[in-house]
């Protein structure tokens, strides 16, 4: 069952200063479905566009950022709702309760002058008007036992919390209404690799209890292989390969994504990897055709001409590029 | 081994901060009496490794003398180097030992062309052959897989963040230093572009014999590309040896619990034990006794009260009760 | 220089302000380089019929000493510009020597300027330049006094130069400035000053302001040459002449439009020259120079 529907996005960020204007089509044409029930890693390097995506996902569109074509729609308890379109007041609704969003650097999002209490009484009521203290008082510290945070968090200030706690606090916002997807972007880039493996444990282990759908953005590989369902590749704003993870990693077939993960090493090995050469592109002034043509070693005169659409190869296999499509074919 | 074979011998060094308010001011040390030595004779990549505070980046500045210890030496070809003011010696100094800083976008001035910083280096530094200024650039450039004409006239913003890395990595090359410290130099870099710096840090020492203190969070490129490791936590250092030794047959807890949390990317990998995160972490640092002895398994009643001492284990120095003869005997006897 | 003229030329471009203040500010010149031409001797008096209202032959009029305004104005405006640059100028270089120093070189030598410059920002200007003026007794030139408000100017400016020097100080780029060999001069020089350079320029203007502001007070009360023809001394004379009274308004309008219109466009180049000078417009703007380029 589709909870979302990403239908062919394009999102670009547009701005003039002193004469020149730029245009950086940071999404560019990407389209994908989640289903409830799962986790999905959007994977990628910096400047690749995961973090746009997700803020078009929130509805979090405010200029340079601009949305210039494409849908993204909801389907929440039988409500659809199309974000591009949708109003003020319908996405307030939406977000939070629906929808909530777990940024990087989530310690900026806690007040560092209010009790972490407050800050989520100020949530609480800000979507809840009608809500007694009492209640939330019981809620909120119910919440937090469960996501295994001792409540004495509530009375300390954010400075008075490691990186980590703070983060697991933030986690606990966003769930505070069991939304119905939750969108984290590199929930654990700051973070130690100790306290990473908590705070990832803690998002696993909601998305087991609720049965919601989690959206990882990280460029981590390790991250997806470990925790997600299925994982989405994306490149200089378009999304290159997608499919389940042990699929993906077992026998990655885009370029970029074999690549990608050849490069990584590993502890108990010492043989040798090679990075990719060449660098990802500025995306104000993308390469024609295939986005990552000037790099593919196996790069043919097609690629720099036309762009590969992404095409189901296999059941839940999809791969935007000429070479992997054609051997596929011929396999099968 | 003697200091007069040893390049580098950090004997001792201690970092204390003072942190807190007007009422209520705490002593914590980033770096706790921590000694190593790096060999003169044979180049070597050695890596610190520990999360954030265990004190790498600390004894890393110290080395490079931005930090001042409070207490200890640092003795470079058995000098110590913590005294020095005169700027003849600093400059003989920096030949010898350069740095290369984790973000490559603020190791250069963004108003700034990158070539000056490369020509400023070779105006002020004798290089070890005879060449001409313009030679000196283009034979490291070339080392690090760029060209004067890709860098000509550049800014940082124009480069990504691989290729201002290995100019940072050039820049450092133009005095022909014996010692390179790189603080988490590839940690802001894409996946991509990675391993290529990486690899350009292990041919550095392999055919240019240039010794590494080599600083990072990542163990699986640390088990790359080193030769030695060692693992700090608070300000300690509770475990030193070759690679292969340390995080194969990981003998402190502490080495145990990072090799484990670490995300492999493979499909079958995946931890199955759920761990508990410790409340306040900051609180470790306070702590009498061992610092991880309030996460550890296999803690003993001595750990809690009294610092563990280094006892040499298979090819290692290991920080932790569970070697020392007579406890691993007491526990037995009490069992 | 080239730089230089696409600084100008990109703010007047772009920048609807800045449009307006260069304009203003390029008339005003001009306005001051006409004294060059006059054919009247600002000393002298009576050569025309006094207190005219502003004709095609005397475009502002005449005031009741018998002198015409427009050209009287020319050499106003030139003494008082003059007067504002050089005070601007002089109290610049001190504040730049005393920030850079004082931030980089931190421990005593930074708190022996720093206790040095807390002086100069607590003492009373206005008083004591009345003091001083008294004492001269109206015997101090324009360069006399365009010295001592420099000594009054700096100290504020040197706090903020300094602050920013002290962040920049702790920078990876400044590090990597000392492990290529660079002394300490040529880092401020090389590596700082080119973020200071907005606050540089937008206190030069703000002192320029200051400067010009002060020298109209001490004229307005008497306290300054009056011999000297300045905006302050033209409005002290119109005033002693009862200029408003006796219905000569022409003769106290023009140093008052003068000044105001001077004030407002330097205040608005101030405030586009820093949009414009910030860092992280500044590197917007190489990145969208270079897309240009390679399109």
Known sequence: ???????????????????????????????????????????GESSCGKTTLIKVMFGAVEPPLTIVGGK???????????????????????????????????????????????????FTKAHEPTIESAKFEATTRGHLDRLGLPAE???????????????????????????????????TTALDVVVQRGVLQLLRRIQQETKNTLVIVTHDMGIHANIAHRVGIMYAGRLVEEGRVREIFGEPLHPYTRHLIQSLPAIGDKSERQGIPGAPPNLADPPPGCRFHPRCPYAKPICSIEAPQLTTIADGRRIACFLAAKENANVS | ?????????????????????????????????????????????????????????????????????????????????????????????????????????????????????????????????????????????????????EIRGRYPHELSGGQLQRVSVAR??????????????????????????????????????????????????????????????????????????????????????????????????????????STMEAREFTRLGCKFAGRCDSRLPICEVSDPPITHVDEREVKCWLYVEQEKHRVVSSL | MRSRMRVISDLYRHDPRCRFALSVIFIVVIFALLSLVSPYDPGSSYYAPPSLPPSREHPFGTNSRGQDIFWLMTFAVRNSLTFGILTAFLSRIIAIFVGLTSGYKGGIVDRIMMVINDSFVVLPVLPILILINFIMRGQMGLMELAMIMALFGWAWDARLIRSQVLSLKE?????????????????????????????????????????????????????????????????????????????????????????????????????????????????????????????
């Open chain 2, 1 to 149: 081994m003697s200091h007069d074979k040893a390049l580098l011998s950090i004997q001792n060094i201690t970092k204390i901060y003072s942190v807190g308010g007007l009422f209520s001011r705490e002593r914590i040390s980033a770096v706790a009496d921590v000694s190593l030595t790096m060999s003169a004779e044979e180049p070597e990549i050695l890596t610190l490794a520990g999360e954030s505070g265990s004190g790498k980046t600390t004894l890393a500045r110290m080395v490079l003398r931005l930090v001042e210890p409070t207490s200890g030496r640092i003795l470079y070809k058995g000098r110590n180097i913590i005294g020095i003011r005169n700027r003849k010696e600093q400059m003989e100094f920096m030949q010898d030992i350069q740095p290369i800083f984790q973000n490559p976008f603020e190791t250069f001035n963004p108003l700034k062309e990158l070539d000056r910083y490369l020509f400023e280096t070779a105006r002020n530094y004798r290089g070890r052959e005879e060449q001409s200024i313009d030679q000196r650039i283009e034979s490291v450039l070339n080392l690090v897989g760029l060209s004067m004409e």
């Open chain 3, 171 to 295: 920078r990876e780029f400044t590090f990597t400035s000392v492990f290529s060999g660079t002394n300490t001069a040529r880092i401020l020089l090389s590596e700082h000053l080119p973020f200071v350079t907005p606050i540089v320029l937008s206190t030069t203007i703000n002192n320029l302001l200051w400067a010009i502001g002060m020298e109209v007070t001490l004229a307005v009360l008497g306290l300054s040459n009056i011999g000297i023809p300045t905006i302050g001394t033209t409005i002290y004379w119109a005033n002693q002449h009862q200029a408003l009274i006796s219905g000569v308004w022409w003769w106290l309008a023009a140093p008052v439009a003068i000044s105001v219109l001077l004030f407002i466009a330097l205040y608005l180049l101030v405030v586009g020259l820093g949009t414009y000078l910030d860092p992280r417009t500044r590197i917007q703007r190489m990145k969208g120079a270079l897309s240009d380029e390679r399109a």
């Open chain 2, 172 to 277: 450092a090359l133009i005095a022909s230093p014996l010692l390179l410290v790189a603080d988490e130099p590839v940690s802001m870099i894409d996946a991509s572009l990675r391993m290529s710096v990486v690899n350009l840090f292990k041919s550095l020492k392999d055919e240019h014999k240039v010794s590494i203190i080599y600083i990072t969070h990542d163990l699986a490129t640390a088990y790359y590309i080193s030769d030695r490791i060692a693992i700090m936590l608070r300000g300690h250092i509770v475990e030193i040896g070759p690679v292969r030794k340390v995080l194969v047959e990981a003998l402190h807890p502490y080495t145990r619990l990072l090799k484990e949390s670490i995300l492999q990317p493979h499909a079958e990998a995946s931890w199955d034990e759920e761990i508990t995160l």
């Open chain 1, 153 to 187: 968090v509530l009375d300390s200030y954010p400075h008075q919390l490691s990186g980590g706690m703070k983060q697991r606090v933030a986690i606990a916002l966003a769930t505070i209404f069991q939304p119905k997807v939750i969108l984290a972007d590199e929930p």
């Open chain 1, 72 to 122: 993204v729609l909801y389907q929440l308890d039988g409500n659809h709702i199309d974000v591009t379109q949708a109003d003020a007041e319908t996405l307030r609704q939406l977000r939070w309760k629906q929808v909530s969003y777990i940024l990087q650097g989530s310690m900026s999002l806690l007040n560092p002058v209010r009790k972490i209490r407050k800050t989520f009484w100020d």
């Open chain 1, 1 to 43: 069952m589709n909870v979302l529907r990403i239908e062919n996005i394009q999102a670009y960020y547009q701005s003039t200063l002193y004469g020149i204007a730029r245009n950086v089509r940071a999404v560019d044409g990407v389209s994908l479905d989640l289903h409830a029930d799962e986790i999905y890693g959007i994977a």
